[in-house]
């Protein structure tokens, strides 16, 4: 561990201490560095915006992505407090960063009392043995956007 | 398959169909039903706004808890163009609601080049076997914030 990484994760954990004394949510907090510099920073606001999609990562990965003004963190490091939960690691998959520091783990968690192993669980059964209920309907219409996405010649991919 | 299932489902595709066309991002829609009506809704603008988290199932999630006042999607129903990927599967445990229609499968997805069925693969992997590097570190700081939340009398819960 180098002394920039002690410094970000101990901003992360910080991060995580002053969301808990504010009640903005659970006990998480996150950075994103870039070149040495904390581009983008959060912590677990879901009670306090009702938004459950406001975990520290996300806020983190979002607020990053607008200082940098792009939708990708090529070269970006994450430091976040918690091994991150399976909507914030996809969310870190689909952000590219370069790597993942993470202090707490997935079991110290669940140990509190957060849903992050379970859903961890969930996520690896197929579709008709999870706990949430998914049904597939409607593919033929759908399916034609995607033939009209594969056919479109000005599209953004990522 | 019900007529309200077919109303809300084809609004999810033509939210898919509006962002294709509107160049907002990829080819995806998604509403949230509660009681016979239309809480949130939402396409990807991933590209259009600089923002990886911009799924539309996000998005729709998202709107749907403003309007409702709370973080939990009690008793609704997701109806979303395309399976959800890692991330948004992970955002709808969060939420809590009843249960999920898709159209489109993840399969689907990959034909036409998204990373939902990779990142999948990605997240059954132990941490230090997956592609992205995550590396534990600073645990022991980290987890008294942990012990700090279980401590706490007015936390809230979720």
Not at 53 to 75: K, P, W, Y
Not at 93 to 100: C, D, G, L, N
Not at 109 to 114: E, G, K, Q, S
């Amino acid at each position: 561990m180098t002394e920039a990484d002690r410094k970000f994760m101990s901003r992360a954990i910080d991060l995580a201490r002053i969301g808990v004394a504010e009640n903005a949510g659970g006990p998480f907090g996150c950075v994103v560095v870039k070149d040495g510099e904390i581009v983008g920073e959060g912590n677990n606001r879901v009670t306090s915006t009702n938004d459950p999609t406001a975990h520290a990562e996300v806020i983190a990965i979002r607020n990053a992505c607008e200082a940098l003004g792009s939708f990708q963190l090529d070269g970006c490091t994450i430091y976040t407090s918690c091994e991150p939960c399976p909507m914030c690691l996809g969310a870190i998959y689909w952000a590219r960063p370069e790597k993942v520091f993470y202090a707490c783990t997935r079991m110290d968690a669940a140990a509190i009392d957060f849903d992050d192993d379970f859903i961890y669980q969930e996520l690896e059964k197929p579709n008709d043995e999870r706990e949430m209920v998914m049904t597939n309907l409607m593919r033929d219409e759908a399916i034609e956007v995607f033939q009209d996405w594969a056919a479109k010649a000005d599209k953004v991919e990522y």
